[in-house]
């Protein structure tokens, strides 16, 4: 603009800024765009829980089941310990990092209830977590439920988890229909 009006920076910069009112402003970020389906959905969902509550609210809090993914980075720290060596006294001092790069990286897949943790899964390395995987990791669920919470294994559980895809594939949302 300096150059097409043949002007300075500052008298652009006052003309744009004091005068125009301009600011600069960075883009607020949000977690994810909504589109009214969802908007539909998530309401459908809160009023499905909501009647669900009325009718059975003392025992409603202890029915939920939470899930959730994470990647774990994998360390294989060495102890102070473990890493002495002889030196010379004129050497130099060894330094040793406290981060070391991570050997691999595993996806967890963790449920809970309001009292504890029921499941921690760690997929194999290098697994793609896809509906049967997820699959397999909801019959652990199950097992862990029946040890874990044998006076809920015959009653309906309601599970929640976000909605990537391996969650809401057709054979997985038949899988957890079957249970209810």
Known sequence: MEE???????????FVHERL????????????????????NRKGAFLAHLLHFNGHSEDFLEQIITGDETWVHQYCAETKVQSVAWKLPRSPTIKKF???TSSGKLMATVFWDMNFVLLLHFSPPNETVNSAAYQVTLQKLKR??????PRMSDKRVLLLHDNA????????????????
Do not use: M
């Not at 009112?21 to 539909?40: F, N, Q, V």
């Open 144 to 149: 862990a439920i029946q040890c874990k919470r």
């Open 98 to 100: 406290k981060t070391s």
């Open 165 to 180: 895809r391996p969650h809401t594939a057709h054979v997985t949302v038949n899988l957890l229909e079957r249970w209810s």
């Open 21 to 40: 009112g301009y600011r600069k402003a960075c883009s607020r970020w949000i977690p994810r765009h909504l589109t009214e389906d969802h908007k539909k």
């Open 4 to 14: 097409q009006f043949n002007l300075s920076h500052g008298t652009i910069w006052d």
